[in-house]
């Protein structure tokens, strides 16, 4: 089955009370470019048995989300990267109700949920799968931007993510299904995610 789209992607912050896992707050992230997962090997833990290999053991141990969106806007940057949000005041500014994104010591990084619809064909049949990594940690993302010149080079934003186990009894990290819908995989998305109909109804 191969993989064709990508669009939707959510962010939903994580809280936990021992082993039950909420959130809360969850908005898009902006409009999906690209994703990728990458995981970190883990030492594979092999029992031998009658002069061979009988068992083996090879469990998560870490990963890193890669995400690019059309833009960053400053709600969905305040709300994965725990940053200030507040109004410019500047006398000199004409914009309408300008406000800036403050990086400083007061900021933390929350744990939040992520999640992103996926569409996949086969045999010419498209189907959506609705993927949500329960618990990750963005990190700051650097500035970068080229003059523009005859064309137009197209510049995006570019988010990485630690990929964690939850606190649930099962630490899952990962889950997703495939659907017979987009419909039905944003559903699924932002109904693990705990993310409300108005909040799903547009990034801008």
Not at 137 to 161: M, R
Request: glycine share 8%; hydrophobic share 40%.
């Amino acid at each position: 089955m191969a993989t064709i789209g990508l669009s939707r992607p959510y962010y939903a912050k994580y809280a936990n009370s021992g082993s039950t896992v909420t959130y809360s707050g969850g908005a898009l992230l902006g409009k999906a470019v690209e994703l990728s997962m990458d995981l970190d090997s883990a030492d594979s833990n092999i029992l031998y048995a009658d002069n061979g290999p009988a068992e083996s053991d090879n469990q998560f141990a870490g990963g890193t989300l890669t995400i690019t969106t059309d833009d960053l806007l400053p709600e969905a940057a305040a709300g994965i990267l725990g940053l200030t949000l507040q109004s410019v005041t500047n006398s000199g500014v004409s914009t309408t109700s300008p406000q800036e994104l403050v990086f400083n010591d007061a900021q933390e990084v929350p744990y939040v949920g992520f999640g992103a619809i996926i569409k996949k064909k086969k045999d010419g049949v498209i189907k959506w799968l609705g993927l949500v990594l329960p618990k990750v940690q963005f990190s700051n993302p650097g500035i970068s931007a080229v003059t523009q010149g005859e064309t137009i080079d197209w510049q995006t934003s570019e988010l990485s993510a630690t990929i964690m186990r939850d606190d649930t009894s099962a630490h899952t990290w990962c889950r997703y299904a495939l659907l017979e819908s987009e419909e039905d995989a944003e559903a699924y998305v932002t109904g693990l995610l705990d993310i409300s109909s108005a909040a799903s109804a547009s990034v801008y």
